[in-house]
């Protein structure tokens, strides 16, 4: 339905074209063909191009300091802005807008209803208002009259920032601020900033309430118990928490509060490059549905999705609701976590395959956010290089790690969760020499981990980290459980480890203030030092 009005005059919109209020859809689809702003797939899914930005522009994100956010967000992590150029680059939105036509989507991050916001997406773009309501949650057809947002975000793609007049870094511009729940989107067509802006915001919002905010995916199995998977890029995070055996909460961003976990999200924004239907048959036939987003995909002259083609990016992407996956929840709740996996791509083949971890260690961790990206083909680059993103996922964290991180230790101890570490990186050696951790052992070993079968199992301390790691488990090779024992080289092994060991240590170094001695002792050790 069309209102002209709908609200945005509350945020000093004025004279703006036609307005298009909450369009479902086959109205959204009319719209973006027929403004050009995407093309249908043989299947009907919505195919979008985002331009230069394929990905989120992190170095063009601020946070509005003033004297609320001052002393609450880690300036260290996320870069300032006056809230006297926020409001210049809020009346130059607003100007822009003027005589525009716009997409209003009026929606929900947060399935838990105590521990929610109420979104207004007001975009240039119609394929944009599709993401969106894709991505969040979709309120009661009957409730958008009665509907009062608690954030706005404005998102135009045509507006671009100036250095000098708004204290930004370039045209492009992505800017939060906390204490009014207003969020500025302009100079980039990347859909994912406007899903990462409510996260950033309930990230914010939340642990004041006792709630901690997650970049995690999370399932249910059949007893009932919830699990969550935190884990950075290519470590697995999405294929090992979409188990047909499993019910699906969701694959990227939860809460954990008084009544269990639950989705932020109501929809999944999936990677497609070389995605397969033999591989991952649940993803892949969302990309052949109506009302599924397609982004940065590139189409073949019979308009088929070619999803092994990395012309525009290798961040191509598909938008789904989430009732698109045959076994994801109604609700997008769980009960209190049984189960909490960290996942960790360990390029250096130094970590187990799986270890129990204690709650100190859990935490540190947690705080650390390790996993390792490989050089690849760049010329001269050799080595694996370690990555380490605090609490798995540190560009959306307006917090100090060490208040999610302290609030995770307390959940974990009040609620009795057993916490994993699982490698789905290199075994037998390092990248290059070594090779990628089967996935049939991940699995055998996930699933002992989550059905409690493994607790059951004998463990040994690992020289290294400290945590318990199996000595057998049914269906997995007993050699593979211990990483130094995969190495020819064992004095490599030895080299490699305390190599990964340090790099650990100088890491931490910046949270050790933050925490007690518990956590400074989980810390791991070298084994030059231990001797």
């Known amino acids: 339905m069309r209102n002209p009005a709908c609200g945005i005059e509350a945020i000093g919109l004025k004279n703006p074209g036609a307005v298009f209020y909450n369009f479902r859809e086959a109205e959204l689809y009319e719209e973006a063909l027929n403004r050009r702003e995407a093309q249908l797939s043989a299947h009907g899914a919505l195919v979008a191009k985002t331009g230069i930005h394929t990905g989120r522009s992190a170095k063009d994100k601020y946070v509005v300091r003033d004297a609320n956010t001052e002393p609450h967000v880690w300036w260290d992590n996320n870069k300032a802005i006056s809230p006297e150029n926020f409001e210049r680059l809020h009346e130059d939105f607003l100007t ?43 309120p009661a057809r009957e409730a958008l009259s009665t509907f009062v947002p608690e954030m706005t975000i404005i998102d135009l793609p045509s507006f671009e920032a100036s250095p000098e007049r708004h204290g930004c870094r370039s045209g492009t511009v992505i800017a939060v601020d906390l204490t009014r729940m207003i969020v500025l989107i302009g100079g980039t067509s990347y859909a994912g900033e406007m899903k990462k802006s409510v ?67 109501g929809g999944c924004y999936a990677k497609t490059i070389r995605l ?6 649940e993803i892949y036939a969302t990309t052949e549905r109506f009302g599924t987003v397609l982004e940065n995909v590139i189409l073949g002259d019979d308009k088929m999705p070619d999803f092994n083609d990395a012309t525009l990016t290798e961040n191509t992407r598909c938008a789904y609701p989430l009732h698109f996956i045959p076994n994801a929840s109604a609700t997008g709740k769980g009960g209190h976590p049984k189960n909490i996996i960290m996942l960790t791509a360990d390029a250096f083949g130094v970590m187990p395959p799986i270890a129990r971890l204690t709650p100190a260690q859990a935490m540190y961790h947690f705080l650390s956010g390790y996993t390792a990206k490989v050089a690849g083909t760049e010329k001269g680059v050799t080595e ?106 064992k004095a490599a092994y030895d080299a490699q480890a305390d190599k990964l060991v340090g790099m650990f240590v100088d890491n931490f170094a910046k949270f050790e203030s933050h925490v007690d001695a518990s956590v400074r002792g989980a810390a791991p050790r070298t084994q030059i030092a231990a001797e």
């Open 96 to 138: 822009q807008a003027q005589g525009m036509d716009l997409f209003v989507q009026d929606l929900i991050g947060g399935a838990d209803e105590q521990n929610q916001i109420r979104v207004r997406v007001i975009t240039e773009n119609a394929w944009h208002s599709l993401f969106i309501r894709n991505l969040l949650i979709r």
């Open 199 to 265: 996260f950033t915001a309930l990230n914010y919002v939340l642990p004041k309430k006792g709630v901690m905010p997650m970049h995690c995916s999370a399932n249910i199995g059949p007893d009932g118990d919830t699990a969550v998977f935190f884990g950075l890029s290519g470590t697995g995070k999405t294929t090992l928490s979409a188990d047909p055996a499993r019910t699906l909460i969701g694959d990227d961003e939860h809460g954990w509060g008084p009544d269990g976990v639950f989705n932020f999200e």
């Open 276 to 281: 397969s239907r033999e591989a991952e048959p």
């Open 384 to 489: 694996p290089e370690a990555t380490f993103s605090t609490c798995f996922g540190a560009p959306f964290m307006p917090r100090h790690p060490s208040e999610y991180g302290n609030l995770l230790r307390e959940l974990i101890a009040e609620h009795g969760a057993t916490c994993w570490l699982v490698n789905t990186g290199w075994t037998g050696g390092a990248y290059g020499t070594g090779n990628r951790m089967p996935i049939k052992a991940t699995r055998t070993l996930l699933t002992a981990a989550l059905d409690g079968s493994l607790n059951t199992a004998e463990f040994r301390t690992d020289a290294n980290f400290g945590f318990e790691v199996p000595i057998a488990v049914s269906g997995v090779e007993a050699v593979i459980l211990d990483p130094r024992g995969t190495w020819a080289d």
